[in-house]
Nanobody, 125 residues
Framework: QVQLVESGGGLVQAGGSLRLSCAAS????????MAWFRQTPGKEREFAAA????????YYADSVKGRFTISRDNAKNTVYLQMISLKPEDTAVYYC??????????????????WGQGTQVTVSS
């Protein structure tokens, strides 16, 4: 079992930056693919970024490519999402997720095994 706790959300002006963190419990964190998803009211959870177990592979949604950077520190059991050049359309609840697949990076939220409680990111225009 893995527990995930996100932090770092908040209110920022368009063009600004935020860094989200996701702290994980459990000794198997380093074997999981980790991802960030986001969700707005009435819409399905949307993939944003994912990172392989050792950080060697990353994958981004087109909507965030070039602006968001996912990284992880396995020694600290933490995954990060650095967001720059934020836009009002980035406003959402951001969720951290873990996938036990180890080697396959997936982009569908239903395929992830563990979830955090979410952190709100609001970008004002």
């Amino acid at each position: 079992q893995v527990q995930l706790v996100e932090s770092g959300g908040g209110l920022v002006q368009a063009g600004g930056s935020l860094r989200l963190s996701c702290a994980a419990s459990g000794r198997t964190f380093s074997t999981y693919v980790m991802a960030w998803f986001r969700q707005t009211p009435g819409k399905e959870r949307e993939f944003a970024a994912a990172i392989g177990w050792n950080g060697g592979r990353t994958y981004y949604a087109d909507s965030v490519k070039g602006r968001f950077t996912i990284s992880r520190d396995n020694a600290k059991n933490t995954v990060y999402l650095q967001m720059i050049s934020l836009k009002p359309e980035d406003t959402a609840v951001y969720y951290c997720a873990a996938d036990r697949s180890y080697s396959v990076i997936r982009t569908t939220w239903k395929e992830y095994d563990y979830w955090g409680q979410g952190t709100q990111v609001t970008v004002s225009s």
